[in-house]
């Protein structure tokens, strides 16, 4: 029973165009969310967070939006660049709780 | 970065054979964990620990055991190694158990396994 889903595994797009990478989840306890982005051969790094209580968290050219109605994130990267290349993850957790449940990761590739 | 190194970075072993990974922190951080991942499936919380001895189970524990003697080690064990547990191990580390902006999750490099 995959509780967060990522059901697109690749994008491509140009630099310096919008990326859009989308995470659906099915658990309504969850309230905290986060993405997390990994290098090949490297461990995951967090890049950006939101709680349930906002609807859009951003950072730099990262921006999250949280759609608690359609249980949908999506993270805006803006303007993608080639070094944003890399598999993306979402995570959700309940914030009460003690670990986050990962989705299935999203590889996007940024083509000069 | 913080401080989480991984051993061995990569191993290849035979079925039935006992693996041992070994994450170590500098960090003095509380809460230890052992994920998998895997194409299609992401990562998969394995075992996780909140303390020295304190340790729990994830999502996809079966086959798998875990020690907490010290606070900087977290021990992953295959008792019997199968070809199913080929696969990359993450260990992460937080401070505490409860995610927010102020507490993430911070992953070590990984290690690479595969059971022939």
């Known amino acids: 029973d995959q509780q967060v889903k990522q059901n697109s595994p690749s994008l491509s797009v140009q630099e310096g165009r919008i990326s859009i990478l989308n995470c659906d989840y099915t658990n309504s306890m969850f309230d905290y969310f986060l993405w997390y982005k990994k290098y090949p051969a490297e461990g995951p790094t967090f890049l950006i967070s939101?709680?349930?209580?906002?609807d859009k968290n951003e950072d730099g050219r990262f921006t999250v939006f949280l759609n608690k109605s359609a249980k949908h994130l999506s993270l805006h990267i803006v303007p993608s660049q080639p070094g944003d290349s890399a598999v993306y993850f979402c995570a959700a957790s309940v914030s009460s709780g003690d670990k986050l449940t990962f989705g299935t990761g999203t590889r996007l590739a940024v083509r000069p | 970065d913080a401080g989480i190194t991984q051993s061995p970075r990569h191993k290849v072993t035979e079925t039935g054979t006992p693996v041992t990974l070994r994450c170590h922190q500098t960090e003095n951080h509380r809460y230890m964990y052992w994920y998998r991942q895997d194409p299609g499936h992401g990562l998969r919380l394995i075992h996780y620990s909140y303390g020295v001895k304190d340790t729990d189970k994830g999502e996809v524990s079966d086959g798998y055991s875990v020690s907490r003697s010290k606070t900087e080690d977290f021990l992953l064990t295959l008792e019997s190694a199968t070809s199913s547990q080929t696969s990359v191990y993450f260990c992460?580390?937080?401070?505490?158990?409860?995610?927010?902006?102020?507490?993430?999750?911070?992953f070590g490099p990984g290690t690479r396994l595969t059971v022939l």
């Open positions: 992460a580390i937080s401070e505490t158990g409860t995610a927010s902006s102020y507490n993430e999750q911070f």
């Open positions: 939101i709680s349930s209580i906002k």
